[in-house]
């Protein structure tokens, strides 16, 4: 149990475009889901907290028009990278809670490349 | 920050070593968590500490959360190729999630 899916899993798209990346909890409802960014060699940056229903919370730092986050339902939550450009390239990953488990559940990530 | 500081940041054992990462916070935690990420993975959970001086066993992996709750350490006992990893702790803030600086190891068959 516990299942997060995200996709896709790569990602290669010109500099200027838009890219949505989905997080689905397959057997479980999430209220709160998180979206991280990772550049090689370090550790998840906390990028914003998704709430079902209502806006996301940003960290500080993060542009929310640039990575617009859309929690529609209980089962997905999707970042787009607006914009895109070279220095968005990374590996972004979300996660969620389940309520009868300790800890989050991770998607396997999506490893963009702006080119 | 909110980032929770590791140490050390790279370590390198022989197989059958025994291996340990420690994690500070300036802060009181209510709770820690740790998660392991394999090269080109994704985190996974290992486990969660609640209790001030709380001490946890897995197989060969014992954790433990500091009297003060400011820190946790994570021993690996007789280090295993299949140990490679990122050990990162973490820890929830209101309704944030916050990933510690993290520690790679690398097992040398």
Redesign the interface.
């Given at each position: 149990g516990a299942v997060v899916s995200q996709h896709p899993s790569r990602v290669i798209c010109k500099s200027g475009t838009s890219v949505k990346i989905e997080c689905r909890s397959l057997d479980f409802q999430a209220t709160t889901m998180f979206w991280y960014r990772q550049f090689p060699k370090q550790s998840l940056m906390l990028m914003a907290t998704s709430n079902e229903g209502s806006k996301a919370t940003y960290e500080q730092g993060v542009e929310k028009d640039k990575f617009l986050i859309n929690h529609a339902s209980l089962t997905l939550s999707t970042l787009t990278v607006t914009s895109a450009h070279p220095e968005d390239s990374s590996f972004y990953i979300c996660s969620a809670s389940s309520p009868d488990r300790d800890g989050y559940t991770f998607g396997s990530g999506t490893r963009l490349t702006v080119v | 920050g909110?980032?929770v500081m590791q140490i050390p940041q790279y370590q390198h054992v022989q197989e059958g070593e025994d291996f340990t990462t420690y994690c500070n916070s300036s802060t009181t935690l209510s709770n820690i968590?740790w998660?392991k990420q394999r090269p080109g993975?994704?985190?996974?959970?290992?486990?969660?500490l609640v209790k001030s001086g709380e001490v946890k066993k897995q197989k060969r992996l014992t954790f433990q959360f500091g009297e003060a709750k400011k820190n946790s350490s994570l021993h690996i006992t007789a280090t295993q190729t299949t140990d490679v990893g990122t050990y990162?702790c973490a820890r929830r803030t209101g309704?944030?999630?916050?990933?510690?600086?993290?520690t790679?190891l690398t097992v040398i068959p």
């Open positions: - | 909110q980032q968590q998660y993975g994704h985190p996974v959970f290992l486990i969660q990162f309704n944030q999630f916050y990933f510690g600086t993290g790679s």
